[in-house]
């Protein structure tokens, strides 16, 4: 398989892989509800909810820079 | 001014930077239509494209470093912000509009640097720059256009006009390269004009090489990093002259480099090569886009 194919396949992949990471945030941890509406309540539910999209768009990247590696192992470093 | 086109055999000189014709190009039709119509998002575009643009040139003129050049492009958001030329809330295929009232202006301050530099990283052979923006242009025309925003098409139908123009000068082999100045402001329209015409999910997936590009090259120098200071380069030149990957464990992993791996190339095939993923990812774009009519 050639680089241009892998690197197809790496986008396709990204493709997917963003629009369901775009669904878990906008869906389930953005309208996540606050347990009380107090002031502190909602500055922490602000901020789990910033630290978990922010996790799972670093988990993406680092999706992403796990399979770049393979395909520089598979072409380059062969 | 000239510099090396270094994937050349014999070192030729190419004129730089592009930058002043391209901002020509994208700023009188923004300044036309506001004064024909007082409209702000063309005001608050024309604002955008003038703050990147006057970075880039003291960029091409006295060279900053990666972080300062990154910064500094942050204040190119500012405009969209004061002018509130933006609706705070992103459309996802199948579920519609979701609201984003906190988040979406932190967003708006990210996307403009983010996107200018993507764009900026993504020049590295002769045609790839204005190619790319010709197809993420013309990608985004037809998001828009499937969107219903029919107002909002002058944007991606002013870039893609002026990226076809530099593509005819820049293309394999290049009589003039766009420089700094001339790639953050096809970067920073291209963000701004996203961001107006509410086109925020399908332009990102046209953009996808672009961030796998700027990540990796991040990812491999571990910062912002000015590209003039990477030791190693991750593409030779062979005495045939044609590109080839080096092998070099300390050289970036870029997708240049990845690109080449399957064997020496001519630079035009290389450009073609990145050039056909910006098109693959563009008609995922418009696939996610006609998802959002569903």
Partial sequence: MNNLIRLILLITFSWITFLFMSYIILIVIVPFPIPSNTFLDRVLVGIIKVVFSAILFLLWLLLLLILRNYIAIKSIFK | ?294
């Fill in chain 2, 1 to 294: 001014m000239l510099v090396i086109d270094f994937h050349k055999k014999g070192s030729s000189m190419i004129p730089k930077p592009a930058g002043p014709a391209i901002f020509v190009g994208l700023v009188f039709p923004m300044i036309s239509l506001y004064l024909l119509t007082l409209d702000l998002k063309y005001l608050a575009i024309f604002l955008v494209t003038s703050i990147v643009f006057i970075i880039g040139l003291v960029d091409d003129l006295r060279i900053l470093s990666g972080f300062l050049k990154m910064a500094l492009t942050i204040l190119g958001s500012i405009p969209i912000l004061i002018f509130g030329t933006y609706t705070p809330s992103i459309v996802l295929p199948f579920i519609g509009s979701t609201r984003l009232t906190i988040v979406y202006p932190l967003m708006v301050l990210i996307t403009i640097p983010v996107v200018a530099n993507a764009i900026n990283m993504i020049d590295v052979y002769n045609g790839t720059l204005s190619g790319a923006c010709t197809i993420l242009a013309f990608s985004q025309f037809i998001i828009t256009l499937i969107s219903g925003n029919f107002g909002d098409l002058v944007f991606p139908l002013t870039l893609f006009m002026v990226s076809l123009a530099f593509y005819i000068f820049n293309k394999y082999p290049s009589r003039i390269f766009a420089g700094d100045s001339g790639s953050l402001i096809l970067g920073a329209f291209f963000g701004a004009s996203t961001i107006i015409s509410r086109t925020e999910i399908p332009s990102l997936i046209a953009f996808l090489p672009a961030i796998l590009n700027g990540f990796y090259i991040l990812a491999s120098i571990k910062g912002f990093v000015e590209h003039r200071q990477i030791k190693e380069r991750p593409i030779i030149l062979n005495e045939n002259g044609l590109l080839e990957v080096s092998k070099s464990r300390h050289a970036p992993i870029t997708l240049a480099r990845l690109i080449v791996a399957d064997g020496p190339m001519s630079e035009y095939i290389a450009a073609r090569r990145i050039l056909f993923l910006f098109a693959y990812s563009s008609l995922l774009a418009i696939i996610t886009s006609l998802l959002m009519r569903w």
